[in-house]
């Protein structure tokens, strides 16, 4: 007998699942467009400025390179999925490219992206 998920955890899948975009709301598209290149732009930025920040890269796979993997923009890694969302959240929040001001949003669309480009 599988346990049951959680109501929020269900909610968000069945979203995702279901939800149906009207086609004739091209702003919907838009606002995709634009949160995917802010998010793969903070990345980049990051990663071409911030030695630091590529330090803390591919810290569970010194050396590894995953055939098929994820590329971290921006770097020569090629990592599993797992090691890849972390790096690739790493490189989009380092710099805190937020427009969401602390506490007065409750996240940011580049803030999200880093698991979905990930598995894709």
């Not at 959680?6 to 091209?26: R, S």
């Not at 995953?66 to 690739?88: H, N």
Request: charged content about 25%.
């Amino acid at each position: 007998m599988e346990a049951a998920y959680d109501k929020p955890i269900a909610d968000v899948a069945g979203y995702v699942l279901h939800y149906e975009i009207d086609e004739a709301d091209e702003s919907v598209w838009e606002r995709a467009r634009l949160a995917l290149l802010d998010a793969v732009g903070c990345a980049i930025e990051t990663a071409a400025t911030s030695e630091e920040c590529r330090q803390l890269l591919g810290l569970t796979s010194k050396g590894l390179t995953v055939p098929d993997g994820f590329r971290v923009p921006g770097t020569d890694l090629q990592v599993d999925a797992l090691e890849g969302a972390f790096d690739l959240g790493v490189l989009i929040r380092y710099q805190d490219h937020n427009d969401a001001l602390g506490g007065a949003e409750w996240g940011h669309p580049s803030g999200m992206m880093l698991a979905i480009l990930t598995v894709m």
